[in-house]
Nanobody, 114 residues
């Protein structure tokens, strides 16, 4: 399975971006899908996740600002990011996983200027 992420870029604080992650297989073959991010010098962290049943969860730092969604017909998940802050600057990775198996996109850079 290949995941292709896109949508990153440079945006001013307070702005918005939407990330997309297209899978080469049906996303409903995965129990979990999500977006992680890794800032320089920091560990990779889960930003937002969505289950095959549609349940979502978010890191406290992005609650109310980010929204994860999916489109099964397009085999794509999205991350709508609003009210961006400088601390959201990171490389964002999409991932899809079942117990014992995970797949990762190549990462897309998000840079928020203050």
């Amino acid at each position: 399975v290949q995941l292709q992420a896109c949508g990153g870029g440079l945006v001013q604080a307070g702005g918005s971006l939407r990330l997309s992650c297209a899978a080469s297989a049906s996303i409903f073959s995965f129990n979990n899908m999500g977006w992680y991010r890794q800032a320089p010098g920091k560990q990779r962290e889960l930003v937002a996740g969505i289950t095959s049943g549609g349940r979502t969860n978010y890191a406290n730092s992005v609650k109310g600002r980010f929204t994860i969604s999916r489109d099964g017909a397009k085999a794509t998940i999205y991350l709508q990011m609003n009210s961006l802050k400088s601390e959201d600057t990171a490389v964002y990775y999409c991932s899809m996983w079942n117990s014992g198996t995970s797949y990762w996109g190549q990462g897309t850079q998000v840079t928020v200027s203050s």
